[in-house]
């Protein structure tokens, strides 16, 4: 059923390593508009620059707002809006960007704007991997990786935003002192659509080797090991379901948002897409009550793995022609297990386990330097879910029955590449028809946010949400054998 042409909405983003791209949806949950920015095809002057979000991001904002207004997207009905940001990305401000951001005139572009308003060129991204000794400062400070871990959630990881502030203020400190506000991605994003610095919310926060998980405010011992008066640079941390305020004048005029429209805190990708997964899954699981479902999504784990998808795509492009259609003939033409043959594809230093390396095993254990196209296609995949589970088991997760292991991104639309991972965990598989998970969480937030000081998903929705969202790839392995 269609939704009330006056009905609200609720828009999500999501500003990812390679697009920018917003889901709106109504308060039935249902998706009524999608529309993206491919950085590399649409703005192809920062090709090869894609994954800087200082550079980009409001050139894509301009890009992918003029395209919604376009398909005839009326922003005044939006209620409320909410996004994410790829993790582990930050953006320091300028001194004096706080009044050029409460003062954007709605009739120039957020390019022509903002210019000038970053102190600190090319920022750190999640790839950057080059604070190494930053980290093993970090480390030493805490009193050991195991403490650090203990207050912080994580041992020290060159990506993580403290360890990359930490080696700015030693190898750029003139631009750090000319900085009056660190955003990450997250919050820089929610700062253009705020007009004034957006809080940095917790679940991203945890990623910067900076946030006290316990105490929810920034570790007092961490601060003094990065960077001096780094709390002010930082702003106080606050929830994901946070309001903010209502979005800027500058989009009010600029796009027709009404002066109502509430801005949810923004957060990072990964724990987004998790998230909205999790919180299927619960549902299916337990049925009904909405409120204690969404609330205990408080803490969860996240692993993070370097070689995945474009490791998958150079494998794709040397043994399936370039085609992820012969990549899945390859997975269907070979059986599980492979024939014995297996692989362990570690093309750049990988986060868990740190290890670098490609190694190729045949069937009588012998390493070899190549195999068959298509055995290569299999190899890659099984070795990347046996790395996950073998990962998964040493964390003290073991593979029971009920067990269901959820699968999210661009990937997930890869039917072949997911009979695998339900082949490997030996569980059913869970995927949702979009695979902008990340988009879509954030346009949840966006509606929970707005109303969760009043009431919580009705179960009209809550259905919705689990028969529209979640889809099981079920593990036909019994029905395979038979066959
Ligand atoms: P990001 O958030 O970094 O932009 P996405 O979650 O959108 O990434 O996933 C993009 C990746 O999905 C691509 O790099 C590509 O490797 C992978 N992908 C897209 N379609 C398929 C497919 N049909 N089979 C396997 N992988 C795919």
């Not at 020290?156 to 360890?163: K, V």
């Not at 902008?436 to 937030?445: I, M, N, V, W």
């Given at each position: 059923?269609?939704?009330?042409?006056?009905?609200?909405?609720?828009?999500?983003?999501?500003?990812?390593?390679?697009?920018?791209?917003?889901?709106?949806?109504?308060?039935?949950?249902?998706?009524?508009?999608?529309?993206?920015?491919?950085?590399?095809?649409?703005?192809?002057?920062?090709?090869?620059?894609?994954?800087?979000?200082?550079?980009?991001?409001?050139?894509?904002?301009?890009?992918?707002?003029?395209?919604?207004?376009?398909?005839?997207?009326?922003?005044?009905?939006?209620?409320?809006?909410?996004?994410?940001?790829?993790?582990?990305?930050?953006?320091?401000?300028?001194?004096?960007?706080?009044?050029?951001?409460?003062?954007?005139?709605?009739?120039?572009?957020?390019?022509?704007?903002?210019?000038?308003?970053?102190?600190?060129?090319?920022?750190?991204?999640?790839?950057?991997?080059?604070?190494?000794?930053?980290?093993?400062?970090?480390?030493?400070?805490?009193?050991?990786?195991?403490?650090?871990?203990?207050?912080?959630?994580?041992?020290?990881?060159?990506?993580?935003?403290?360890?990359?502030?930490?080696?700015?203020?030693?190898?750029?400190?003139?631009?750090?002192?000319?900085?009056?506000?660190?955003?990450?991605?997250?919050?820089?994003?929610?700062?253009?659509?705020?007009?004034?610095?957006?809080?940095?919310?917790?679940s991203?926060?945890?990623?910067?080797?900076?946030?006290?998980?316990?105490?929810?405010?920034?570790?007092?011992?961490?601060?003094?090991?990065?960077?001096?008066?780094?709390?002010?640079?930082?702003?106080?941390?606050?929830?994901s379901?946070?309001?903010?305020?209502?979005?800027?004048?500058?989009?009010?005029?600029?796009?027709?948002?009404?002066?109502?429209?509430?801005?949810?805190?923004?957060t990072g990708d990964n724990p987004e897409g998790t998230r909205l997964l999790d919180a299927s899954a619960m549902l299916v699981r337990k049925?009904?009550?909405a409120?204690d479902r969404l609330q205990c999504f408080r803490c969860f784990v996240i692993?993070?793995?370097?070689?995945?998808?474009?490791?998958?795509?150079?494998?794709?492009?040397?043994?399936?022609?370039?085609?992820?259609?012969?990549?899945?003939?390859?997975?269907?033409?070979?059986?599980?297990?492979?024939?014995?043959?297996?692989?362990?594809?570690?093309?750049?230093?990988?986060?868990?386990?740190?290890?670098?390396?490609?190694?190729?095993?045949?069937?009588?254990?012998?390493?070899?330097?190549?195999?068959?196209?298509?055995?290569?296609?299999?190899?890659?995949?099984?070795?990347?879910?046996?790395?996950?589970?073998?990962?998964?088991?040493?964390?003290?997760y073991?593979?029971?029955?009920?067990t269901r292991v959820l699968a999210t991104g661009?990937?997930s639309?890869?039917?072949?590449?997911?009979?695998?991972?339900?082949?490997?965990?030996?569980?059913?598989v869970y995927t949702i028809?979009?695979?902008?998970s990340t988009?879509l969480g954030?346009?949840y937030r966006?509606?929970h946010?707005?109303?969760?000081?009043?009431?919580?998903?009705?179960?009209?929705?809550?259905?919705?949400l689990v028969?529209?969202l979640l889809?099981?790839?079920?593990?036909?392995?019994?029905?395979?054998?038979?066959?």
């Amino acid at each position: 059923m269609a939704s009330a042409p006056r009905a609200p909405l609720y828009l999500g983003l999501d500003l990812s390593t390679q697009q920018l791209k917003a889901v709106v949806i109504d308060g039935e949950l249902r998706v009524v508009h999608q529309s993206g920015v491919q950085f590399d095809a649409e703005l192809p002057e920062f090709r090869y620059r894609s994954y800087k979000p200082d550079s980009i991001s409001w050139k894509a904002l301009d890009l992918l707002l003029d395209k919604m207004k376009r398909a005839g997207l009326d922003f005044s009905r939006v209620r409320a809006l909410s996004g994410s940001g790829q993790q582990h990305g930050s953006v320091f401000w300028r001194r004096g960007a706080s009044e050029t951001l409460k003062h954007l005139d709605p009739d120039q572009d957020l390019h022509q704007l903002l210019q000038d308003s970053f102190s600190v060129s090319d920022s750190p991204v999640w790839m950057d991997s080059s604070s190494t000794q930053q980290c093993e400062d970090l480390q030493a400070a805490a009193g050991g990786a195991l403490r650090l871990a203990e207050i912080t959630g994580s041992r020290a990881y060159e990506r993580f935003t403290g360890n990359q502030i930490a080696k700015l203020r030693q190898t750029r400190a003139e631009e750090l002192q000319d900085t009056e506000r660190i955003s990450l991605v997250s919050s820089f994003a929610a700062s253009l659509f705020l007009g004034g610095y957006a809080a940095i919310d917790y679940s991203d926060g945890s990623g910067m080797n900076l946030l006290d998980i316990r105490t929810r405010n920034w570790s007092e011992i961490c601060l003094q090991a990065t960077a001096p008066h780094l709390d002010q640079l930082l702003g106080a941390p606050l929830p994901s379901t946070s309001v903010l305020g209502p979005v800027s004048s500058y989009f009010v005029h600029r796009y027709g948002f009404s002066e109502s429209c509430s801005v949810v805190a923004f957060t990072g990708d990964n724990p987004e897409g998790t998230r909205l997964l999790d919180a299927s899954a619960m549902l299916v699981r337990k049925g009904g009550g909405a409120r204690d479902r969404l609330q205990c999504f408080r803490c969860f784990v996240i692993s993070s793995f370097k070689n995945g998808s474009l490791t998958r795509e150079r494998v794709r492009n040397e043994c399936a022609g370039a085609s992820w259609e012969l990549f899945s003939a390859a997975l269907r033409d070979t059986p599980l297990g492979n024939h014995g043959n297996i692989g362990f594809y570690f093309e750049t230093m990988e986060i868990t386990p740190p290890v670098i390396g490609v190694h190729r095993f045949d069937s009588a254990d012998c390493e070899v330097s190549s195999l068959s196209p298509q055995v290569e296609v299999r190899a890659v995949v099984e070795g990347q879910f046996l790395s996950r589970r073998l990962h998964a088991e040493r964390l003290g997760y073991s593979i029971i029955p009920g067990t269901r292991v959820l699968a999210t991104g661009g990937a997930s639309s890869n039917k072949e590449i997911l009979q695998v991972l339900s082949d490997v965990f030996n569980a059913p598989v869970y995927t949702i028809d979009l695979s902008d998970s990340t988009c879509l969480g954030s346009a949840y937030r966006a509606l929970h946010g707005q109303c969760a000081h009043s009431f919580y998903f009705e179960k009209p929705a809550l259905d919705c949400l689990v028969s529209e969202l979640l889809e099981s790839f079920s593990l036909k392995r019994e029905e395979k054998e038979r066959t």
